[in-house]
């Protein structure tokens, strides 16, 4: 299979290993793991991007805790059933992985591109202090007639771009993927703590069909 058909979906992430392989699935006898990597923001705070991984990849015997590794991709998502409803779970799916040096920095530590179809209506609104910002699903096809479907972000004059969009319009996006932890309601008195991943996107571009 070519690299084109990965061409709508692109991801390079960079950053620091800060968990063990805990086990996913497995395809065929291919055992698959999710590996968390802290990626630095310019802000000096970072995000913890899940990868999926591979055992073929890497070896999932070894502590890599603390080491830098590198990996190129694709943001994909899955729908888990908990609770009697469907969770969107989202995580980078590795196809190159490099162990780095201590002091390594990447060109794109974390860098998406996406080309996908708007499948809900734009939510566009400001937060109490002014910002503007705007919520996109988009659907990213996959061979084999599968599809992810990835939440994105964006803000100021992109949100007001991206209000005026309906459903099965073709957007093509630019940005980083971030991590961002919220409570969530389990019963009248008690949350959980949960994270979500989203795309912030920095540049947005309307396809004319």
Partial sequence: MTDKVFDNNQVSIAGEVVGDFIFSHDV???????LEVSVN????SYDIIPLMVSERLM??????K????EVTGQFRSYNRHEDNKNRLVLSVFVREVTVCDEDYESSKPNYIFLDGYICKQPIYRKTPLGREIADILLAVNRPYG???Y????CWGRNARFAESFTVGGHIQVWGRIQSREYQKKV????????VAYEVSVSKLEYIEE
């Fill in 187 to 194: 019963t009248d008195a008690d949350f959980e703590k949960r």
């Fill in 146 to 148: 599968k599809s992810d």
């Fill in 59 to 64: 070896d999932i015997k070894k502590d890599y």
């Fill in 66 to 69: 603390g080491k830098n590794i």
């Fill in 28 to 34: 065929f006898g291919e055992g698959f793991y999710i």
């Fill in 150 to 153: 990835i939440p994105c972000i």
């Fill in 41 to 44: 923001r310019l802000s000096n």
